[in-house]
């Protein structure tokens, strides 16, 4: 494959994007925010950068000036606490444990895998279902287990994982431009504009 083929094939993945999945999501999140709820977010590997580049843009890419924040917390971040549960646990519950400090009832797990069927991305999510969560899932090619299990999943329609990886990147940052979008306008500003 030639970069040029990469992108044109890459293209084609993103015209054929569910968007009607992605607003689904967006409208979670964007309840979440409503209701003051922290999100967690999980993946292994390109995953995991793509969890803690989402956390980035929630906390400080939503920001609106005299509105409350996101509150988004990669659960891919802490790496003495991911190697202690994965040395004295099992590396399947090294997301599962992190949460079980922290997630409340209607608290939000985004759980990122490419091929839907990552052991420790599962386990979370039958977990985060369990207490209470509300569960979101970014996943590639059929979707793997993830789809199933999740309220709210995005498939990415390609079966490249490089290419799952770049779709979900595109998605996160669709999600949170929308919801600053959203929460602009919800200001007295935008509201004394409306009058």
């Excluded at 996101?70 to 202690?84: E, H, K």
């Amino acid at each position: 494959m030639t970069p040029s083929s990469y992108i044109d094939s890459l293209r084609e993945a993103l015209g054929a994007l569910p968007t009607r999945d992605i607003a689904r999501a967006e409208q979670a999140l964007f309840r979440a925010w409503l209701e003051g709820r922290t999100i967690f977010i999980a993946g292994n590997g390109g995953s995991a950068s793509t969890a803690s580049h989402l956390a980035n843009d929630l906390n400080k890419g939503t920001i609106v000036p005299g509105e409350r924040r996101f509150r988004a917390i990669a659960l891919t971040d802490n790496v003495p606490l991911i190697t202690a549960w994965s040395n004295d646990a099992s590396y399947e519950r090294i997301f599962v444990e992190q949460m079980a400090n922290f997630l409340e009832p209607r608290d939000v797990l985004i759980a990122i895998s490419g091929s839907g069927n990552s052991p420790s991305i599962v386990t979370a999510v039958q977990w985060a279902r369990d207490a209470g969560a509300v569960t979101i899932g970014l996943t590639g090619g059929s979707g793997g287990r993830l789809r199933a299990l999740v309220d709210y999943g995005v498939v990415a329609p390609t079966s490249r994982m490089e290419q799952i990886e770049d779709v979900h990147l595109v998605i996160s940052h669709a999600l949170c431009t929308a919801l600053r979008t959203r929460i602009e306008a919800m200001t007295p500003a935008s509201e004394a504009r409306r009058a």
